[in-house]
């Protein structure tokens, strides 16, 4: 089972605790935007076999959403970090380049 | 190929099986074909067979990176069904259903069509309405599908229990001629078929790359060496998203897992299929007795080919309300497969940003009923260079245009 650390609570919560949210650090385009920036916000995702940023939420817990980073490979977990950032901070792309010094964050 | 019939398995049954050819060639690669297919899943392998038989094109390699069908089309519940509520899929479905109703016979190769009826549980208010909805759409399209009484499923499906406290069953949706096949025989009987036609199979060959240049593709980079071709046409399921990131485009795409599991073997018991939406929990009995059963899809991105334990355990509780005699069945095994799930829950057949690149994809929780009718559609397209009628409204850029094919409204699950 899936175990992630809830950020505001310091929680280990299990999977069964958490609600997922899907990919994270999308850029949310909305009225002005053309079709295909839409289509990038609603649909389009990177869905890499590998490292992936996404958004949980603490919803038999604290209630609060967060962010992980996460192998879906090997689903081992690099760390749980805020919602409140637009990219991962800096020591989440350290545990990931310390475990993965192949990867590169794609543009 | 040599035909399997009465008489050469009564001749092979006097000379102790050694005649026997293989079923299908294991060539090594060319340096070059036509169209390369990217996955030997019942789609892909679908595909190679009707490019071969309806269009004559066979200079054909179908790339495979395991065994041919070992992804979702070996792994998956079998059911075979077309009452869908949207147009567009009913007609692809519908087409895949009645070709798999002679299936055996055109490929010469048993694959067990069984038209034994599926039946879709109505457990709440909503849920009949919805059906109801579907039944009238289903006889706009011409599908022969019904609206029946708790009594008339308690009838068809005597081990039902339709007086649960949580989820009563309220009517049903019958499909008399949905039902199952044996997944793995429709891979192997196309793989022959397609084999024996000319199309090269080439399993252990993973493409690892793809190369093209300003006016195009241009070939891929394999683990058996690069092999040039005009058309690549993309049929990974669950790896989508990987093959997308070769060619350097992105898809609505995403990659999660979804499980199946079976029962000890018991004796007939239930002659259909029942599917129960609102709980997640598919089930019907296989040859051999035992009770196969499908869940819902896990909620998270994975490549692991393994779901999360508690799926398993959710869809066997809400079953047994329905079915309490499985409450006594042990579990005899259980798997996963990635399921590559689109927004509209409906699948994705076209051109891709790439020139010469093409794809069918985004089958989700449901393709293998769908695999002659696909596999048909998407080799006219090859040979065609656009789209038909069957798979036109499938393209990618519906996502862009906002003309969605939404079946998750429908049965908020595809199967
Ligand atoms: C548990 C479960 C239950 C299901 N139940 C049903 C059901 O009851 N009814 C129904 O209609 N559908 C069902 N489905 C869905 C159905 O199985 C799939 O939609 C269908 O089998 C997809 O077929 P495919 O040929 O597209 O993909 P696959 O059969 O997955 O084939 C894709 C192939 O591509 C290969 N590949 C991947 N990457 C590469 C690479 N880089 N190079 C070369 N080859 C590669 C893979 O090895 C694989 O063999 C279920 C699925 C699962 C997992
Ligand atoms: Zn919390």
Known sequence: MLILRCP??????????LAPGGEAHLTRHGPGSDDAEF?????????????????????FGCGKWFHAARCTQTLEVFGTY???????????????????PDWEMPA | MKKYSVFSLAREALRYHSGWERAWASPDPKAEYDTIIVGAGGHGLATAY?????????????LEKGWLGGGNTGRNTTIIRSNYLQPESAAIYEKARGLYEGLSQELNFNIMFSPRGVMMLCQTQHELRAMQRTAHANRLAGIETEMVSPERVKEIVPIIEIDGPRFPVLGGLWQPRGGTARHDAVAWGYARGASARGVDIIQQCAVTGIDRDASGVTGVQTTRGPIRCKKL???????????????????????VALQALVSEPVKPCMDCVVMANTVHGYMSQSDKGEMVIGGGADGFNNYTQRGSFQHLEETVRALIETFPMISRLKMLRHWGGIVDMTGDRSPIIGQTPVPGI????????????????????????LAKGTPGTLAAPFSLDRFTEGRMIDESVAAAVAH
């Open chain 1, 8 to 17: 505001y609570c310091g929680v280990d919560a299990e999977e069964t605790d």
């Open chain 1, 39 to 59: 289509r990038d916000y609603l649909f389009q995702r990177r869905n890499p076999r590998g490292v992936h940023f996404e958004r949980w939420r603490h919803a």
């Open chain 1, 82 to 100: 805020s919602a409140q950032c637009s990219e991962p901070p800096e020591e989440i792309m350290t545990a990931i380049r310390t475990r993965r």
């Open chain 2, 50 to 62: 009707y490019l071969a038989k309806e269009h004559g094109i066979t200079n054909v390699a179908v």
């Open chain 2, 233 to 255: 046409c993309i049929v990974v399921a669950g790896s989508s998203g990987v093959l997308a990131d070769m060619a350097g485009f992105r898809l609505p795409v995403e990659s």
């Open chain 2, 358 to 381: 093409f794809i069918n994809c985004g089958w989700g929780t449901g393709g293998f009923k769908a695999i002659p009718g696909s596999g048909w559609a998407t080799a006219e397209m």
